[in-house]
């Protein structure tokens, strides 16, 4: 059964690159058919699809996101990396990954990111 | 403001029904594109729970199923028990955003 787990520093200074990566367990990304996704939630809000990349390397980014996000994925490590960058507070949530085309499952646990001095 | 609007709360008794809007536009849900449903707990990954529309994925309740029509989608849930209290979100694809899109959440409360 496959299984997701995000990791990454928890705290990042304002202006700074946030850097995260989805590991995978359980199957191999490189076996063609899964576009993985990363998604966030600040705290008490709802949810934001950020971008997917499949294991083409083909990505597509939410517009408003798209000059700070980079998502790239390492078949080798079974792992999907995201950043990005200038963070301002207003990036500040927990932020999931998730594989999925039209619809999203599974999920990784999530991982909570604060931008903070 | 999300794209895909949901009222924030629904609530009903156990046992009864309750059903949760889904309301989009004509570049994504009007558009044909399908919704997506997801159970959230408090601290917890979502779930989903509703895949292309009317479909239940292996293990949720039949208690759970969605509908679409025009630029709206539906949730219900029949049956309504103490477990599924907790927040759902519709999601679908935009075709002017090129992406996919949430809406704000439903909080199931069960009195």
């Known amino acids: 059964q496959m299984q997701l787990q995000e990791s990454g520093p928890g705290l990042v200074m304002p202006s700074q690159t946030l850097s995260l990566t989805c590991t995978v367990s359980?199957?191999?990304?490189?076996?063609?058919?899964?576009?993985w996704n990363w998604i966030r939630q600040p705290a008490g809000k709802g949810l934001e699809w950020i971008g997917r990349?499949?294991?083409?390397?083909?990505?597509n980014y939410k517009p408003s996101l798209k000059s700070r996000v980079t998502i790239s994925a390492d078949t080798s490590k079974s792992q999907v990396s995201l950043r990005l960058s200038s963070v301002t507070a207003a990036d500040t949530a927990v932020y999931f990954c998730?594989?999925?085309?039209?619809?999203?499952?599974?999920w990784g646990q999530g991982t909570l990111v604060t931008v903070s001095s | 403001q999300s794209v895909l609007t949901q009222p924030p709360s629904v609530s009903g008794a156990p046992g009864q029904r309750v059903t949760i809007s889904c309301t989009g536009s004509?570049?994504?849900?009007?558009?044909?594109?399908?919704v997506h449903w997801y159970q959230q707990f408090p601290g917890a990954a979502p779930k989903l729970v509703i895949y292309?529309?009317?479909s239940r994925p292996s293990g949720v309740p039949d208690r759970f199923s969605g509908s679409k029509s025009g630029t709206s989608a539906s949730l219900a849930i029949l049956g309504l028990r103490a477990e599924d209290e907790a927040d759902y979100y519709c999601?679908?694809?935009?075709?002017?955003?090129?992406?996919?899109?949430f809406g704000g959440g439903t909080k199931v409360t069960v009195l």
């Open positions: 998730a594989i999925g085309l039209h619809f999203f499952d599974p």
């Open positions: 359980g199957a191999s990304i490189s076996t063609g058919t899964y576009y």
């Open positions: 990349i499949y294991p083409s390397g083909s990505t």
């Open positions: 004509s570049s994504n849900i009007g558009a044909g594109y399908d």
């Open positions: 292309d529309s009317s």
């Open positions: 999601q679908s694809y935009d075709s002017s955003l090129s992406g996919s899109v």
